[in-house]
């Protein structure tokens, strides 16, 4: 029901006053965990809470503050983040280069007319198209992973002139209806059938079946636009494909004359180890899609860069392929580009596959001497997963590293492989404890 304006008042200034406060006060600390729990079921959804691995024991966590490889709670508990959002955390929780970007930008101009040129936008594909490999040249910038994928097949149908995709079983790209018709987890897109027609699932690391289903759409009068697929699976359970598969993609794509489309939002600006997961082979895509730490994690943005001969029909018209609202705003352009400063300057691919061989190695130790709960343990760079017998004890396993204030992430749905995906600034100090927090839980529910 509609309430008085003088009510509405009230509650903003309310929250407002807890956004704003220096520090919360013990009573505002149990109040703000308090409406949560009220305004989620009633406002957003339980579900939410439920679906939340680390809830179950420990009823009421809010995050409310957090700085490189830590957040805080609400009451000021610090947690080590190795889940790091998924991705998005790469650079770690508000990197001060970034921040300062973000704020100096905010100082004069939050976002953009619509209408003028806004310059951020020409900087930022500028250092987008010196960091990618080969010709990758124009970005077209938007919010989110997904629209970053939606954006590659609409440009591979409109580039090729042809019509299905290729993708993979358990690959993720998103859950707009053009991205959920190339994700290949039925749980995601069964409800929404039909999707979008024109794509066929293949098993992810054999390129044999990606050249397979293109043969056998074109003999049977069908016309194949691209293959999208991720570097290495992470929603999928950290899959790791054979060395040779994306430069075979490469050359098959190259012969059936149709676009190699790939999906670095979750491996790209240095989470491999590389700069981005197709640097392991030295493949360069026709598309390349980004988003989560493109952002520095600090601001939303995503982008989808390919190379100038897919780009004549924008030259027609440049709102072919869309017209994001928000997409490259410059609050957003300002952290991106803040982000691939800091990447380079930093050297975040190197410290990343530095510290992301420890973890591996030692994780591989406790890993044999736990064989029969964990069974394997795989990654590269700070993308690592632990594959457990089955899903209930990866679950425990979660539960049990949060009780210690390490977070750590399942898949959307399922806890079998944890990911183990933390910033490039978590200290050795933090990956031991980390470490120690493994051995303990595991030995815990021996
Ligand atoms: C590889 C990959 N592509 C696309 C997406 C979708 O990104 P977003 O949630 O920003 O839409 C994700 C998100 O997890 C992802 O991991």
């Not at 990343?352 to 736990?370: C, D, M, P, W």
């Amino acid at each position: 029901m509609r309430a008085s304006y003088d009510a509405v008042k009230q509650e903003a200034e309310r929250v407002l006053g807890y956004i704003e406060a220096d520090r919360l006060d013990p009573e505002t600390q149990e109040r703000i965990v308090k409406d949560s729990l009220e305004n989620f079921p009633l406002y957003v959804t339980e579900a939410i809470l439920k679906s939340r691995k680390s809830y179950a024991d420990d009823v009421g966590v809010a995050e409310w503050e957090d700085e490189g490889a830590i957040f805080r709670d609400t009451k000021g508990n610090e947690y080590i983040d190795c889940l790091g959002g998924y991705g998005v955390y790469l650079l770690g929780h508000r990197h001060p280069r970034v921040l300062k970007a973000v704020k100096s930008q905010l100082d004069h101009q939050a976002l953009h007319s619509q209408e003028l040129i806004d310059p951020l936008r020409g900087y930022l594909s500028k250092l987008v198209a010196m960091i990618t490999p080969g010709d990758l040249q124009h970005s077209y910038l938007v919010n989110a992973g997904t629209e970053a994928n939606e954006m590659a097949l609409k440009l591979a149908r409109l580039a090729t002139g042809k019509t299905w995709f290729i993708s993979t079983e358990k690959g993720f790209h998103g859950k707009t209806m053009g991205s959920l018709s190339a994700t290949g987890k039925g749980l995601y897109r069964k409800p929404y059938l039909p999707l979008v027609p024109g794509f066929q699932h293949v098993p992810y690391g054999n390129a044999d079946a990606v050249e397979q289903a293109i043969y056998q759409l074109i003999q049977t009068g069908e016309s194949v636009a691209g293959v999208i697929v991720e570097p290495i699976q992470g929603e999928g359970g950290v899959n790791i494909p054979p060395d040779d598969y994306l430069p075979r993609l490469r050359e098959i794509c190259d012969r059936y004359e149709c676009l190699l489309i790939v999906d670095e939002v979750q491996t790209g600006m240095g989470r491999t180890g590389k700069l981005f997961g197709v640097d392991h082979s030295g493949v360069v895509p026709d598309i390349m899609t980004l988003g989560k730490a493109f952002g520095g994690g600090v601001a939303p943005i995503a982008a989808m860069v390919t190379k100038h001969r897919y780009w004549d029909k924008m030259e027609e018209n440049p709102f072919i392929l869309g017209s994001s609202t928000f997409g490259g705003n410059p609050m957003s352009a300002a952290a991106a580009i803040a982000a691939i400063h800091t990447v380079v300057a930093e050297d975040v691919p190197g410290i990343v596959a530095t510290k992301g061989a420890y973890f591996l190695n030692e994780l591989k130790t406790i890993q044999s001497r736990h064989q029969d709960k964990m069974v394997d343990v795989r990654g590269r760079g700070f993308l690592i997963g632990m594959e457990f017998r089955d899903d209930a004890l990866g679950y425990e396993v979660a539960k049990a590293l949060f009780r210690r204030r390490i977070l750590v992430g399942g898949t959307l749905n399922n806890s079998r492989v944890i990911r183990i995906e933390p910033p490039y600034c978590i200290s050795e100090e933090q990956i031991n404890a980390v470490l120690d927090g493994v051995n303990s839980a595991l030995k815990e529910l021996s």
